[in-house]
């Protein structure tokens, strides 16, 4: 009798448990190669709604789909094995009702495959989390900065930075804590309101801008490989610098195509005789 094993994904819960354990490990994978490439060192891969302005030039995440969503968690699910994945909620997908947002949600885990997904919102949004935990789809909190408002807040810009927007944040942060999200991230929020926070929540805080005293950490894949470069914001470190790296080898490519260097007959097929 033969028993055939199967590497499990870390699950929403794992992710949970490891506040005040270690940090927690994250970046945003969009294709299968790269996901590949990911897969063995996060606890957790983000699909995140970033894909519009890295993958597709889009201004913002606004003009981002489900069904895009969807088509790039299959592509993630496919190319990793253990870490567990969070697929973002596109804007226009969850916000009329927590309905609509359990419709949206169900749907991306039963078409992908994945463990969970991320909406942005604070207290607004708080039943809307509650109502999907309590039916059976874990989420993943975002608060602070939240791309998908750029329209109405001015701009990608830090926050916490007057009482008014800190008080809001602590009253964000912890409505979707209590409603039951298994982490949060918090985006673009001033240092000293980012350790505050993670100190008072029950759940893990994963930092993007915000402190090293988050539970975790995550970044764009593309930010961090030097990749993407339209912008760098002031919370992004280049790992590595690939932007030039891939145009020298494009270069180098174009060169040799003209000069009939490329492909040599050792690229070529033979007719064996």
Request: charged letters at 25%.
């Amino acid at each position: 009798m033969s028993v055939q094993t199967t590497k499990r994904r870390l699950s929403p819960a794992s992710i949970e448990s490891l506040k005040g354990e270690r940090p927690i490990v994250s970046l945003t994978a969009y294709v299968t190669p790269i996901a590949r490439l990911l897969d063995p060192h996060v606890d957790f891969l983000l699909v995140g709604d970033s894909l519009g302005m890295v993958l597709y030039g889009l201004d913002t995440t606004v003009g981002v789909t489900l069904d895009m969503m969807i088509a790039h968690g299959q592509a993630v699910m496919r190319g990793s094995e253990r870490s567990c994945i969070v697929i973002d909620l596109p804007f226009g997908s969850y916000q009329e009702s927590k309905e609509q947002a359990f419709r949206s949600a169900a749907r991306i885990l039963k078409e992908t495959g994945c463990s969970a997904v991320k909406l942005e919102g604070g207290a607004e949004m708080a039943e809307t989390v509650d109502f999907l935990v309590s039916r059976g789809i874990p989420v993943l909190g975002h608060v602070g900065l939240m791309p998908q408002l750029v329209n109405t807040t001015g701009g990608y810009r830090s926050v916490g930075r007057n009482e008014k927007e800190v008080a809001k944040i602590r009253r964000d942060a912890k409505a979707i804590d209590d409603a039951g999200a298994f982490a949060i991230v918090v985006e673009g929020t001033v240092e000293p309101v980012a350790r505050e926070i993670t100190a008072t929540l029950r759940c893990p805080t994963i930092g993007i801008g915000a402190s090293p005293a988050c539970d975790g950490q995550i970044l764009v894949s593309d930010d961090m490989l030097g990749i993407f470069n339209d912008f760098k914001p002031r919370f992004v470190k280049h790992f590595a610098e690939l932007a030039p790296a891939i145009s020298k080898a494009v270069e180098d490519y174009a060169n040799e195509v003209r000069a009939r260097t490329f492909p040599g007959i050792e690229h070529t097929f033979q007719v064996k005789r």
